[in-house]
């Protein structure tokens, strides 16, 4: 549910412990742009190794490619993009703010169905044991009042989104009174398309230079090389090729942090299928990717599926991972289904085949295609956002104390252990340093001594680090250190011989590919 003081401390967290920066912060920052610190680079760079290990090293028919952010001009115009990648925006007169149109009726939308949400949580309260939340869902007439509208809003939104008809766009924004957020007025522009794609010049004398474009998906790459992969890789249908990679979208409403930035990271794979298998495919896809979603115990209830009110220009079918952002359920990640479309088009406009000969049918064809596509950085705010907790502790003495820690899967943290001597002297620095010397060949790990232990462990909660190794006068007596474990407070004394082993079980990446279920 939507939570926007939680989003505020996140985002004041990812900044005050070196997960994500504003851009150009010294110059007053840019729009929708941001960096990615010491523990936040860590953290992607896991989140990517998660995904790409899934998808490339346990499936013998994928493989991963890299290609360029440049490609020639008139792969967009192939691909759809110059015609049709644009959102239809609106401008307030008086707040001067601009709006997308349709993000503007789903959250509207939105407001309404918490309503219901609310309704129901009022019942429950009431009703106790006895609710029955299917029953009261088809029975009260306040909430098939407020179903009934959004039904209708969704039916009207529907179509003037595939018909193209943004003057009633418009007029469902006017007809259901919604007003701008920031001058609480409903004097509104008409409504107006917007392409999103970035362009540059290529070449050094711009009066010969040729207009080239930021890509705004990684998915082209892909389809561009798909003769190159699947000769070279001698692959045969079906098949898939991975790609991770930076993407550039001029977004009219860019803001709730990095979940709609103007550069951003995607995670695509395109998988190539024999025609008519695309249902079957399209279906195999949706749940490999939210059992992969549901490994990592992010909770259960946060996801849901969400179909296009409007398909893509490239799209035949099409299915949204929502997730429960701060912000309220929103797009995780997306699976097309795209038919032939990108490969039919490039083949049309490049004049060279792109076709597949199915030594089983004995011919050739364009295959389909079905497309996972998630934003890495959603990934990173979806990870973020569910593994804070401000908690409160008891203490022995009977009163209380919170700290932030950060619950990330073990497998995902950006540090896996702190290595902490104790004191600073007594030789217990030099003993630690041993030890760390030996993890760090294989595990991401830090060296603290400053601060008391106490204070260097609510820091290490707060990057969530699942161990600390406390080393102490006993560690050079009898070569055990303690080890304290990030969720449970527990510490326990263990000979350091033991230390690579423990730290190795709990973060290893297997554990998490284990819960991926039909793989
Ligand atoms: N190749 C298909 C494609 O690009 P999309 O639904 O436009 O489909 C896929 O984008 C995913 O990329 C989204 O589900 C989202 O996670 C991520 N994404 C899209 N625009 C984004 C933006 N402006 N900032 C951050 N992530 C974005």
Not at 66 to 80: E, L, Q, R, V, Y
Not at 139 to 168: G, P
Not at 192 to 203: A, E, H, P, S, Y
Not at 277 to 302: C, D, P, T, V, Y
Request: neutral net charge; aromatic residues 10%; hydrophobic residues 35%.
């Amino acid at each position: 549910m939507a939570n926007p003081e939680m989003l505020k401390k996140i985002i004041a967290h990812a900044k005050e412990y070196g997960f994500i920066f504003q851009s150009s912060e010294i110059y007053d920052g840019l729009s929708a742009v941001y960096d990615y610190g010491q523990n936040g680079v860590e953290l992607k760079n896991n989140i990517k190794k998660y995904w790409w290990d899934s998808m490339v090293k346990l499936n013998e028919n994928i493989v991963g490619i890299d290609t360029a952010i440049f490609m020639h001009p008139k792969i967009w115009t192939a691909s759809g993009h110059v015609g049709a990648f644009s959102d239809p925006l609106i401008d307030n007169k008086d707040s001067k703010k601009r709006y997308r149109a349709d993000v503007l009726i789903e959250d509207h939308r939105e407001k309404i169905q918490l309503k219901i949400n609310k309704d129901v949580d009022k019942a429950q309260k009431r009703f106790g044991d006895e609710f029955d939340k299917e029953e009261f869902l088809k029975t009260n007439k306040r909430v098939l009042d407020r179903q009934a509208k959004i039904d209708s809003i969704t039916e009207r939104f529907q179509n003037a989104l595939n018909n193209d008809d943004l003057d009633d766009l418009k007029q469902l924004i006017v007809d259901e009174g919604i007003i701008c957020p920031v001058s609480g007025s409903k004097n509104w522009t008409d409504v107006r398309q917007f392409n999103l794609m970035f362009d540059t010049k290529l070449g050094s004398v711009s009066e010969d230079a040729d207009k080239i474009y930021l890509r705004p998906e990684t998915a082209q790459g892909i389809f561009v090389n798909y003769l190159n992969v699947q000769k070279t890789g001698r692959m045969k249908l079906p098949f898939g090729i991975a790609q991770i990679g930076k993407a550039f979208r001029n977004e009219i409403v860019a803001r709730q942090f990095i979940f709609r930035m103007r550069e951003f990271e995607q995670m695509e794979m395109q998988f190539f299928i024999r025609p008519g298998e695309q249902e079957k495919w399209f279906e195999h896809w949706k749940n490999l990717r939210i059992s992969w979603h549901k490994a990592l115990n992010l909770g259960s209830e946060g996801y849901r599926f969400h179909d296009h009110d409007k398909l893509a220009h490239y799209a035949t079918a099409a299915t949204d991972i929502e997730f429960d952002f701060p912000m309220g359920f929103k797009e995780l990640e997306g699976i097309h289904s795209r038919g032939d479309f990108d490969l039919s088009q490039h083949q049309e406009f490049s004049g060279k085949k792109l076709q597949y000969f199915d030594p089983e049918l004995n011919k050739s064809y364009v295959p389909f295609v079905i497309e996972t596509s998630i934003g890495l950085d959603r990934m990173f705010l979806a990870i973020l956002s569910s593994s804070f907790k401000d908690e409160k502790i008891e203490k022995a003495d009977g009163k209380t104390e919170s700290r932030i820690v950060l619950k990330i899967h073990p497998a995902l943290a950006p540090v896996k252990a702190a290595v902490l001597p104790l004191v600073k002297k007594d030789g217990l620095p030099e003993k630690a340093r041993e030890i760390l010397k030996e993890l760090q060949y294989e595990f991401n790990c830090q060296y603290e001594e400053k601060d008391s232990i106490g204070k260097r462990y609510r820091r290490h909660d707060a990057i969530g680090t699942p161990f600390c190794i406390t080393v102490d006068h006993q560690s050079l007596e009898d070569n055990t250190v303690t080890i304290r474990d990030r969720d449970t407070m527990q510490q326990e004394r263990i000979n350091i011989n033991e230390v690579k082993n423990i730290i190795s079980e709990k973060t290893n990446m297997k554990n998490l590919f284990e819960k991926i279920e039909n793989r």
